[in-house]
């Protein structure tokens, strides 16, 4: 199976903070990973696919880079709304796997 | 809009059978692979299974093969998991979420607000 491993697992920011995610495959997924967010009691919500396409309706603050076994979310600028846990997961083989969560709080 | 709404969730024994409905709508189901992903509390996303758009391909998590079946019947825009032999681990919210298909892989772009399944004696 493909791990995929994200650090920070926690992270401290504040509003109008940069925030730079990154996720790490355990072997090659070229480009096939995406990023979702979730909020508390509520369904993941799709950010980013095939690495750096941005899903419809997502602001322009969020993007996504990488290939290979190295993939990175960043937020340009850090809003109220974004304070949630952001997850990658690899569609490349399965059994899909996700990352181990990144929690981003309010500092 | 896009709407998938999961049903079924309980409190069952272990051992014990449930069966997950998803009622999908807001686009044309037949042409979209499905999955269910779980969480279990205060955990993270876990996938489960998927089933192809035509449903001749169906893929599991090892951790459920053989105890879970996932099935779709697209006259009634609906995906269904029946889950057998559920252990407490199984214990989670079950989420069903519509496929994307993009540069030759599915992506999931709606998730439902999911179904808890608890799993306890």
């Known amino acids: 199976d493909i791990q995929l491993t994200q650090s920070p697992s926690f992270l401290s920011a504040s509003v109008g903070d940069r925030v730079t995610i990154t996720c790490r495959a355990s072997q090659g997924i070229s480009s096939y990973l995406a990023w979702s967010q979730q909020k508390p009691g509520k369904a993941p919500k799709l950010l980013i696919y095939?690495?750096?396409t941005l899903q419809s309706g997502v602001p322009s603050r969020f993007s996504g880079s990488g290939s290979g076994t190295e993939f990175t979310l960043t937020i340009s600028s850090l809003q109220p709304e974004d304070f949630a846990t952001y997850y990658c997961q690899q569609v490349n083989t399965y059994p899909l796997t996700f990352g181990g969560g990144t929690k981003v709080e309010i500092k | 809009e896009v709407q998938t709404l999961e049903s079924g969730g309980d409190l069952v024994q272990p051992g014990g059978s449930l069966s997950l409905s998803c009622a999908a709508s807001g686009f044309t189901f037949s042409n979209f692979a499905m999955s269910w992903v779980r969480q279990a509390p205060g955990r993270g996303l876990q996938w489960v299974s998927t089933?192809?758009?035509?449903?001749?391909?169906?893929f599991y998590a090892d951790s459920v093969k053989g105890r879970f079946t996932i099935s779709r019947d697209n006259s009634k825009n609906t995906l269904y998991l029946q889950m057998n032999s559920l252990r407490a681990e199984d214990t989670a919210v079950y989420y069903c979420a519509k496929g994307l298909w993009y540069s030759t892989a599915w992506y999931y772009d709606y998730w439902g607000q999911g179904t808890l399944v608890t799993v306890s004696s």
């Open positions: 095939a690495a750096s």
């Open positions: 089933i192809g758009a035509a449903t001749t391909n169906t």
